[in-house]
């Protein structure tokens, strides 16, 4: 089997409006799809209770269809102490990663603040072994999900880090 880089991640919201903006507004992402999610099939395979409704809503960051963002709203009651994001050491998917392009990551980040955004802590600079330097900073969107973005290094970076631990 070979598969293909991650199509999408679906995150379960509590207000889809509030969640599109975000994405769309803040992020820059590109809104290219909404739909109702009601049918028998979405109930079998994703084990929902019969008569589940959800609004959909489908963001990209640039014209590919693959690394795509579903936002969904349940028509699920939500618990009055719903669960909390996932954080590191939680089993499942705690943070959602986008390479920042066409910009540095200060100006990235300056642009957010002016929307904003609460970082975590300033931009870090990490060596990851085998890799090279990244730099990267986290946030949290509207329901607690922890945003990284990053700046990665060059293909000859990576290329140079490689070579250099193999040696």
């Known amino acids: 089997m070979k598969l293909s ?7 379960s919201v509590r207000d889809l409006e509030r969640s599109i ?11 290219t799809m909404r739909a109702e999610v009601a049918d028998r099939e979405h109930e079998i395979y994703l084990r929902l209770p019969a008569g589940t409704r959800g609004q959909a809503a489908i963001l990209q960051a640039d014209e590919r269809t693959i690394g795509e963002v579903e936002l969904i709203q349940w028509g699920l009651p939500i618990p009055p102490e719903p669960t909390p994001p996932k ?10 990663a986008f390479e920042v392009t066409e ?3 200060e100006q990235a980040c300056d642009q957010l603040r002016l929307r904003g955004v609460e970082f975590w ?8 072994d085998g890799y090279g330097q990244i730099r ?4 949290e969107d509207p ?5 990284e973005l990053l700046q990665l290094p060059t ?12 040696m």
């Open 21 to 31: 903006a975000f994405y769309r507004d803040v992020l820059g992402m590109r809104l």
């Open 87 to 96: 954080r590191p050491g939680d089993p499942g998917v705690f943070l959602l």
């Open 155 to 166: 293909k000859e970076e990576i290329r140079a880090a490689r070579r250099s631990k193999t």
């Open 103 to 105: 910009s540095t990551l």
């Open 143 to 147: 329901d607690g999900v922890m945003i």
């Open 121 to 128: 802590s300033d931009v870090q600079q990490m060596a990851i």
């Open 136 to 139: 990267a900073v986290v946030f």
């Open 5 to 11: 880089p991650l199509h999408h991640v679906t995150l």
